[in-house]
């Protein structure tokens, strides 16, 4: 760590880049606040109108898609209690177990499981809970990547950034040579 917070203070002090247009920045925050306001604003959809079925199951998805960050492994344990009412166990174990044959992020498994509930056409339970779960997180790389290009306008930031980027690259080749590239070269 060391290195990458010398690389930041050195960049944020010797390497200051000039300020870009504030009206530039102030629409990117207007945009933001918009995006990120649709995405709280579909977090109270089962206060709205939780009465028909495809609604449910959109709200059910769109909030494990909310709340999950990380690895599409993490989905699981969030899914089975969120979608236990609407989806059986066995579809959900077929669900995780299909999704391990498959290429991608297991939020594939959505798609299963969407066309696992009861009561709603397989193919419509399928795009609503594909895009459920795919939503909140659109809306949250769309609602705050505007908010980190204004907050990068700023001098010294752009500056600390530029070497913070620069040292961990510099790191990563590091840990590439001693011990990946150097150790079996040596040894025979």
């Known amino acids: 760590m060391l290195p990458i917070l010398i690389a930041g203070i ?9 300020q870009l247009n504030q009206t530039s920045v102030n629409i990117a925050w207007r945009r933001s606040a918009v995006i990120l306001s649709l995405f709280l604003l579909l977090l109270t959809v089962p206060w709205l109108f939780n009465q028909t079925l495809w609604v449910q199951v959109f709200n059910l998805f769109y909030q494990a898609g909310s709340f999950v960050f990380g690895g599409g ?17 066995s579809a959900l174990i077929e669900g995780y177990a299909a999704a ?33 779960i795919f939503l909140p997180g659109a809306l949250l790389m769309f609602g705050v990547l505007p908010i980190w290009e204004a907050v990068k306008t700023q001098p010294r930031l752009a500056g600390a950034i530029s070497l913070i980027n620069a040292s961990v690259v510099g790191l990563l080749a590091a840990a590439l040579y001693q011990p990946v590239w150097f150790p079996p070269i040596s040894n025979p």
């Open 73 to 89: 492994h993490v989905v699981l344990p969030l899914l089975e209690p969120i979608v236990g009412d609407v989806v059986t166990d």
């Open 10 to 18: 050195v960049g944020a002090i010797g390497f200051a880049k000039p």
């Open 100 to 132: 391990q044959l498959v290429p991608g992020p297991m939020f594939t498994m959505a798609s299963y499981l969407g066309a696992s509930v009861e009561g709603l056409a397989p193919v419509w339970g399928s795009i609503i809970a594909t895009i459920a």
